[in-house]
């Protein structure tokens, strides 16, 4: 089949988050599984940095009642795939992608709006004409709406899916701020106190509707876990399915992994021992090869779980452990590690910023490794932990229920440690399980540890499963 993705980030090209993870490794998949695939996104400053890249076409114009956008097609091979840009400086030439300085770009409802139709514009103009157009979370969401009401005749057959990653960030933007879709002859449905609610539109338009876990799909469709979406997504639940995103094992793999200071395998783990000694000595910590260090990396923010975090660790303190988080955000959160790193220099180092060695060593170097999120439409840190022996502690919600098994649940093939109760009181006994099982069952913890480095979450399958669904959507011969 012919497949387009229209997505706002690909890794390797540009990244702010995981949703270029996805980008970049599912379309691979998909064409390594005989799909004829293609990428739209947005022409960045950082790609125009990177790439000078000639035009696939004459410059092309939309129109619409209030404006005139003439803009550029570009083109690259890339990984044997072709990348089309969507060429608009006023839109897509700053400095990020959605955000200046953590304040979002108030034009974002028009950019990502524009793109939609240039996207639209471009397949036409190159003669395109895909089976299947799959777009991306709320940046590409009124691609649907735009297809259904599309009235060149050109896309009858085609068919689109709409992948949300993370249901929290909807577009939700005043329509006075989106000139591209002020004069739209059927806006008026999708506007509600002046607002419009991009996400929504697209699970309204979309003929399939996706999601990055199967428990998350389940999630979705209450009124708890579906922010606020669940009258708009139970109305559409037979066209909703999740499907697991895949772990990159090429850039995860401690056998092979160019960060660590020792490699180490499932059949020979001793090279974990000496990755902790080092973790040790880089966050200042005390050089204790039997105390349990639990590592945690991610955004400091309040869906990775730091209002279940920071309540109880003072009693957390009071065990034999030591703990190394690392990540940037919420300046509160970090006030708060800071102050407890320098209160407890022995048990607790805060590293206040990213790299991806610092996130190499943490997996590599940890016993377990932290993830008690409010909510994780898919989560990829749980996989990376379990291909490094790392044991995942994790809040049972969305990807993570999917991919981590607690010895509660099933002892022959656990693979980390689970709790459900949203509470500090909920992940204290969580840990507590798991420092208990670290100290009285040595020999169990390291079946557990090879175990977890043989679990796998593949591309491959994530590949298989969409292809099987662009398959039901195509009209019978």
Known sequence: ?????????????????????????????????????????????????????????????????????????????????????????????????????????????????????????TMQSLALKPD????????????????????????TQTKSVFTIHNAAFQGVHQLDSIPFLQQHPAISAQVHGGYINMLQTGIEYADKITTVSPNYAQELLTNLGSHGLHDRLVTRHKDLSGILNGCDYTQWNPATDPHLPKNYSADDISGKQYCKQILQQQTGLPDKPHTPLIGMVCRLTEQKGFGYILPMLDELMEHNVQ??????????VCMDLD????????????????????????????????MPSQFEPCGLNQMYSLAYGTLPIVRAVGGLK??????KDDAQNATGFAFSLPSPEGLLTC??????????????????QQRAMHTRFTWQKAASEYSSLYQQMQPDE
């Open 1 to 121: 089949m012919k497949i387009i993705f229209t997505i706002s980030e690909v890794e390797e090209l540009v990244k702010t988050g995981g949703l270029a993870d996805v980008g970049k490794a599912l379309p691979l998949a998909l064409k390594d599984a005989g799909h004829d695939v293609s990428i739209i996104m947005p022409y960045y400053q950082a790609i125009r940095h990177q790439f000078t890249l000639a035009t696939a076409c004459t410059q092309q114009t939309l129109f619409t009642q209030n404006k005139v956008y003439p803009f550029d097609i570009r083109q690259l091979k890339w990984n044997d795939i072709d990348v089309y840009f969507v060429d608009y400086p006023p839109y897509f030439d700053r400095g990020d992608l959605y955000s200046s300085t953590y304040q979002a770009y108030q034009d974002n409802g028009e950019r990502f709006s524009f793109f939609c139709g240039a996207a639209l514009m």
């Open 132 to 155: 299947i157009i799959h777009c991306h979370d709320w940046h590409t969401a009124m691609l649907p709406f735009l297809l259904k009401h599309d009235s060149s005749g050109e896309f």
């Open 323 to 332: 703990l190394v988080i690392v990540g940037t955000g919420d300046p509160s």
């Open 339 to 370: 102050e407890y790193a320098h209160n407890h220099p022995h048990q607790f180092a805060f590293i206040n910023g990213f790299s991806t060695e610092h996130a190499h060593w943490v997996e590599a170097g940890a016993d377990f490794f932290l």
């Open 402 to 407: 999917d991919t981590v098994i607690d010895p």
């Open 431 to 448: 840990i507590r399980r798991a420092l208990l099982f670290y100290y009285e069952h040595p020999d169990r913890f390291k079946a557990m």
